[in-house]
């Protein structure tokens, strides 16, 4: 039995150790916002936070998550009250299918988590593990631009609930 922290709660995962978060994610928790696209850590749908950093969820087995707390999509807003980050992606319109858009934000999320104030090198370089099939990239760099803003406006880098 291995215990998994997701977006602030636990929960006891009875299987093989070497099973991917995004397995136990999807089809444990009925978490469906990580996203298979490549199982390889190439395309970045499956991107959660550990630790506060992103992570491809596709890659890590669960016994190496015990212990660290997970954030994933759901865990920034709903769709009532959607997080900051969540926000400024509708804002911008930056899906097309969405496929890569979970995994979009959870970068995003975590690079101003860090750094409030990125510039556009930085952004450029923290989003750049995931891809855009649909090849939205510039308005998801919008949104990243957008994002900071708020959250700036908000006073605080860690909001992850919108103020409106
Ligand atoms: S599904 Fe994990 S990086 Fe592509
Ligand atoms: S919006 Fe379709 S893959 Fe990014």
Do not use: W
């Not at 009925?30 to 996203?35: E, F, I, P, S, Y």
């Not at 390889?40 to 491809?56: E, K, N, P, R, W």
């Not at 750094?115 to 450029?124: E, F, L």
């Not at 989003?127 to 939205?136: F, W």
């Amino acid at each position: 039995m291995i215990t998994v922290n997701v977006n602030g709660k636990d929960h006891h995962v009875d299987g093989d150790p070497a099973t991917p978060l995004l397995y136990v994610l999807r089809e444990d928790l009925a978490l469906n916002g990580a996203k298979f696209g490549c199982g390889l850590g190439q395309c970045g749908a499956c991107t959660v936070m550990i630790d506060g950093s992103a992570a491809f969820s596709c890659l890590l087995p669960i016994s190496l998550v015990q212990g660290r707390p997970v954030k994933t999509v759901e865990g920034l807003g709903t769709a009532e009250r959607p997080g900051v980050v969540q926000q400024a992606f509708i804002d911008e319109q930056a899906a097309q299918c969405g496929y890569c858009i979970a995994g979009m934000i959870m970068r995003a999320q975590a690079l101003l988590e860090r750094t409030p104030n990125p510039s556009d090198a930085q952004i450029r370089s923290a989003m750049a593990p995931s891809l855009c099939r649909c090849g939205t990239h510039m308005r998801i760099l919008r949104a990243v631009r957008r994002a900071a803003e708020a959250m700036r406006a908000a006073g605080t880098s860690t909001s992850t609930v919108a103020s409106r």
